[in-house]
């Protein structure tokens, strides 16, 4: 048996990537064609603005979630949105 050092291995591009769940990504298009307040998943959220897909503003009582350059790209890139 050949034990292999993670370590050492070399990552590929696809590693780099971070995976989005079905309803992560249902909720950045939600996002995207927000016109009000709508009520998010807060984990779904969180998970997003991590990866750096949105950012969330804190205007007193709401949360108001807004894509970044890089949550326009990934959804460009899907075709969820046009660039």
């Given at each position: ?10 990552r ?9 769940s ?62």
């Amino acid at each position: 048996m050949q034990i292999i050092n993670v370590s050492k291995r070399r990552r590929c591009a696809f590693q780099e990537i971070p995976v989005l769940s079905p309803h992560e990504f249902s909720t950045l298009m939600l996002i995207k064609n927000a016109t009000s307040q709508s009520d998010f998943d807060q984990a779904d959220l969180l998970a997003l603005a991590d990866r750096e897909f949105i950012t969330i503003d804190l205007p007193e009582a709401s949360v108001t979630p807004r894509l970044t350059d890089r949550g326009h790209a990934l959804l460009a890139r899907l075709g969820g949105a046009p660039l």
